[in-house]
C-alpha cells in the first residue's frame, strides 16, 4: 500500500511533546529523582524518628534528660565509633548541633529501620508501578489514549502535594505517599503513551516518533539528577522541591494536550467513529487525502468485529498470539535484566577508585546521563534508516562485550599487588560502562516499548502492553529485591549473570523478532506468525482483495 510523503505537522509534533513530556518525561524523572537527595532525606528520616521518640532537638531536653540520653548513645552501639567521638569528654566539648549532627550520621549508617523505611520508599514505586501496568490496558481501551493520560494528570497533582509537605508536617510517611502515587502514574502513563505514539505516527517514521518516548524518558533521568544535587535542591532544606517538581509537566500536559486529537486507530476501530477518525488524520498527516489509512482502519475494523473485547485472560489463552506475547514478554524481561541498573550502583565505584573526588561525583553521575540522552537522539534517526533488529543485535553484542570488559577490571582492582594500576583499571571500567550506556540507549532502551506497540493489532494492543509492562516492573522489582544480595556474595562477577541474560536475548531475537520498519500493523502480525500456512495465505489474498475493492 503506498503511503503519502509523512509531513511532521505541527498538530502531530504538538501531539508528540504533549506526550512524551507529560508522561515519558515524568516516568524517567521518578526512576532517578530519589537518587542525588537520598544522603539528606535519609537524614530526615533519622531526625523524625528521633523527634517521635522524644530526643530531638537536644536543646529542649532537660539538663538530666540530656546527660542519660548522651551517655546512653557514648556508650552504647548507634554512637560508638563516631566521627564526634565516643566518650562522654568528647561529647562534653561539643555544641548541640554538632551533637544532634554527629548522632543523626550515625543513626543513618547504623540502624536498620531507616535502611528499610528507604527501601520501602524507593521500592513502592515499583510496586504501584505493577499495579498500574496491569490496570493500563483497562484504561486505553475503556477511556481513550489521550483521555487516559489526561484523567492520570490528578495523581501526579496529588502525589506533588504529597512530595512537598514532608518537612512541614514532620511525616515521611507522606513521601512514602508519594512514591506509591507517582508509581501508579508512571505504570499507565508508559503504556498510554507507547500506544498513542504509535497509533498516531506515519508508517514511515514510526520507529523515529516511538524513540521519542525513551529519549525524554532519559531527559527525565538528566533532570532528575541535577534537580537532585547539593548545589541546586539537594539539601536538607531544599529537597521537597524535587518532589514538588512533578506538578509542571502535567499541569503542561493537562493544559496542551486536550487540542491533540485522540488516536484516529482507536476513534475507528474501538468506537466506529469514522468521520472523527478521518478529520483527526487529515490534522496529523496535513493533506486531505487519508483514505487508505482509514480502508487499512476499516479492513482491520471489520475482522475485530466479531472478536470479542480483549482481557489479559483472553490474550494469554488465545493460541494465535502466544508467539507474540511472548516475544513482547522477553523483550521486557531483557531489558531489566540486561544490568542498566548494576552499571548505574557501581558507578560511584567506579568513580571513587579512579580518583574522582566525592562532591564531584554527582555531576559525573549527570554527565552519564547525558551521555545517555545524546545516544537516544543519535538512535531516533536510526531507527528508520538501519530497523529494529540490527539496532538491538548489534548494540546488544556491545554491551555483553563491555561487561566482560568490567569483569575484568573490576576484580583486577582488588589484587592488592597491582594497587598502583587501580586508577587505570578504574578508568579503562568507566569507559566500559559508558560504551555499555551507549549500546542501552541506541537498542535496548528504546526498542522494547516500540516492538510490543507494532507487532499487535488494534484489539489485542491495549492488553499486550498491559501485560508486558507488568513484566518489566516485577523484573525491576525483582533485581532491586537481590541486587544488593548480589553485589555481597558476587563480588566483582555481579555482572556474569546479566552478560548470560545479554546472549540469550540476543539469541532470541536473532531467531523470532521480526523487522517491523515501515510495515503496516496487518504485516508485522502475518510475518510473525499470526495464520501461516493456507490460512495465512488466505488472510493476506483477503485483505488485499478487500482493500482492491476499496479503492475500486
Given at each position: 500500500m503506498a503511503e503519502q510523503e509523512p509531513k511532521m505537522t505541527p498538530c502531530l509534533l504538538m501531539s508528540i511533546f504533549f506526550t512524551v513530556f507529560g508522561n515519558s518525561f515524568l516516568y524517567g524523572y521518578n526512576i532517578g529523582d530519589v537518587n542525588n537527595p537520598a544522603p539528606v532525606i535519609r537524614e530526615f528520616y533519622a531526625r523524625i524518628l528521633l523527634v517521635r521518640k522524644g530526643y530531638f532537638p537536644l536543646s529542649e531536653l532537660s539538663p538530666n534528660e540530656s546527660a542519660v540520653f548522651l551517655a546512653n548513645l557514648a556508650t552504647g552501639p548507634s554512637y560508638s565509633n563516631s566521627t564526634a567521638g565516643s566518650s562522654m569528654p568528647s561529647l562534653a566539648n561539643m555544641s548541640f548541633e554538632q551533637i544532634e549532627i554527629g548522632i543523626i550520621k550515625k543513626m543513618v549508617e547504623n540502624e536498620p529501620v531507616i535502611e528499610i523505611l528507604w527501601s520501602v520508599t524507593?521500592?513502592?514505586?515499583?510496586?504501584?508501578?505493577?499495579?498500574?501496568?496491569?490496570?493500563?490496558?483497562?484504561?486505553?481501551?475503556?477511556?481513550?489514549?489521550?483521555?487516559?493520560?489526561?484523567?492520570?494528570?490528578?495523581?501526579?497533582?496529588?502525589?506533588?502535594?504529597?512530595?512537598?509537605?514532608?518537612?512541614?508536617?514532620?511525616?515521611?510517611?507522606?513521601?512514602?505517599?508519594?512514591?506509591?502515587?507517582?508509581?501508579?502514574?508512571?505504570?499507565?502513563?508508559?503504556?498510554?503513551?507507547?500506544?498513542?505514539?504509535?497509533?498516531?505516527?506515519?508508517?514511515?517514521?514510526?520507529?523515529?516518533?516511538?524513540?521519542?518516548?525513551?529519549?525524554?524518558?532519559?531527559?527525565?533521568?538528566?533532570?532528575?539528577?541535577?534537580?537532585?544535587?547539593?548545589?541546586?535542591?539537594?539539601?536538607?532544606?531544599?529537597?521537597?522541591?524535587?518532589?514538588?517538581?512533578?506538578?509542571?509537566?502535567?499541569?503542561?500536559?493537562?493544559?496542551?494536550?486536550?487540542?491533540?486529537?485522540?488516536?484516529?486507530?482507536?476513534?475507528?476501530?474501538?468506537?466506529?467513529?469514522?468521520?472523527?477518525?478521518?478529520?483527526?488524520?487529515?490534522?496529523?498527516?496535513?493533506?486531505?487525502?487519508?483514505?487508505?489509512?482509514?480502508?487499512?482502519?476499516?479492513?482491520?475494523?471489520?475482522?475485530?468485529?466479531?472478536?470479542?473485547?480483549?482481557?489479559?485472560?483472553?490474550?494469554?489463552?488465545?493460541?494465535?498470539?502466544?508467539?507474540?506475547?511472548?516475544?513482547?514478554?522477553?523483550?521486557?524481561?531483557?531489558?531489566?535484566?540486561?544490568?542498566?541498573?548494576?552499571?548505574?550502583?557501581?558507578?560511584?565505584?567506579?568513580?571513587?577508585?579512579?580518583?574522582?573526588?566525592?562532591?564531584?561525583?554527582?555531576?559525573?553521575?549527570?554527565?552519564?546521563?547525558?551521555?545517555?540522552?545524546?545516544?537516544?537522539?543519535?538512535?531516533?534517526?536510526?531507527?528508520?534508516?538501519?530497523?529494529?533488529?540490527?539496532?538491538?543485535?548489534?548494540?546488544?553484542?556491545?554491551?555483553?562485550?563491555?561487561?566482560?570488559?568490567?569483569?575484568?577490571?573490576?576484580?583486577?582492582?582488588?589484587?592488592?599487588?597491582?594497587?598502583?594500576?587501580?586508577?587505570?583499571?578504574?578508568?579503562?571500567?568507566?569507559?566500559?560502562?559508558?560504551?555499555?550506556?551507549i549500546g542501552f540507549a541506541l537498542g535496548l532502551g528504546p526498542i522494547p516499548f516500540l516492538i510490543v506497540s507494532e507487532i499487535f493489532r488494534q484489539e489485542p494492543r491495549a492488553a499486550a502492553m498491559s501485560i508486558s509492562l507488568a513484566f518489566n516492573w516485577v523484573c525491576n522489582f525483582t533485581l532491586m529485591l537481590v541486587f544488593r544480595f548480589m553485589q555481597d556474595t558476587m563480588k566483582g562477577y555481579v555482572y556474569l549473570p546479566f552478560i548470560v541474560v545479554l546472549v540469550l536475548a540476543i539469541t532470541f531475537i536473532i531467531i523470532m523478532v521480526p523487522e517491523t520498519k515501515n510495515k503496516t500493523f496487518d504485516e508485522i502480525s502475518v510475518q510473525i506468525g499470526l495464520g501461516?500456512?493456507?490460512?495465512g495465505l488466505a488472510y493476506e489474498q483477503d485483505e488485499g482483495q478487500e482493500l482492491n475493492s476499496m479503492k475500486t
Open positions: 524507593v521500592a513502592i514505586f515499583v510496586l504501584f508501578g505493577m499495579i498500574g501496568a496491569f490496570v493500563s490496558g483497562s484504561v486505553a481501551d475503556h477511556f481513550g489514549r489521550k483521555k487516559g493520560m489526561l484523567m492520570i494528570t490528578v495523581l501526579m497533582f496529588l502525589a506533588a502535594l504529597f512530595g512537598g509537605i514532608p518537612i512541614v508536617t514532620g511525616s515521611f510517611e507522606m513521601l512514602i505517599v508519594h512514591r506509591a502515587l507517582v508509581g501508579l502514574h508512571c505504570g499507565i502513563n508508559v503504556s498510554l503513551a507507547a500506544m498513542y505514539l504509535a497509533e498516531i505516527s506515519p508508517r514511515s517514521i514510526r520507529g523515529a516518533v516511538g524513540t521519542c518516548h525513551q529519549l525524554f524518558i532519559t531527559v527525565g533521568i538528566l533532570w532528575s539528577n541535577l534537580m537532585g544535587v547539593s548545589k541546586l535542591c539537594g539539601t536538607a532544606e531544599l529537597w521537597p522541591i524535587v518532589f514538588v517538581f512533578n506538578a509542571i509537566p502535567a499541569a503542561i500536559c493537562l493544559i496542551g494536550l486536550p487540542f491533540c486529537p485522540e488516536s484516529p486507530r482507536f476513534m475507528l476501530i474501538k468506537q466506529g467513529k469514522e468521520q472523527e477518525a478521518r478529520d483527526a488524520l487529515r490534522k496529523l498527516r496535513g493533506y486531505s487525502d487519508v483514505e487508505e489509512e482509514i480502508d487499512e482502519m476499516k479492513v482491520e475494523a471489520r475482522k475485530s468485529q466479531s472478536v470479542e473485547s480483549f482481557s489479559i485472560k483472553r490474550l494469554l489463552t488465545t493460541p494465535d498470539l502466544r508467539v507474540p506475547v511472548i516475544m513482547a514478554c522477553v523483550l521486557q524481561i531483557s531489558q531489566q535484566w540486561s544490568g542498566i541498573n548494576a552499571v548505574m550502583s557501581f558507578s560511584s565505584f567506579m568513580y571513587k577508585n579512579a580518583g574522582v573526588p566525592a562532591n564531584v561525583v554527582e555531576w559525573v553521575v549527570c554527565g552519564t546521563s547525558t551521555i545517555n540522552v545524546l545516544t537516544t537522539i543519535i538512535a531516533v534517526p536510526l531507527m528508520e534508516k538501519l530497523g529494529r533488529r540490527p539496532l538491538m543485535i548489534y548494540p546488544m553484542m556491545g554491551m555483553a562485550v563491555s561487561f566482560i570488559i568490567l569483569t575484568i577490571f573490576h576484580n583486577l582492582q582488588y589484587d592488592d599487588s597491582l594497587s598502583e594500576n587501580h586508577q587505570t583499571f578504574a578508568y579503562v571500567g568507566i569507559a566500559a560502562m559508558h560504551t555499555y550506556v501461516r500456512g493456507k490460512k
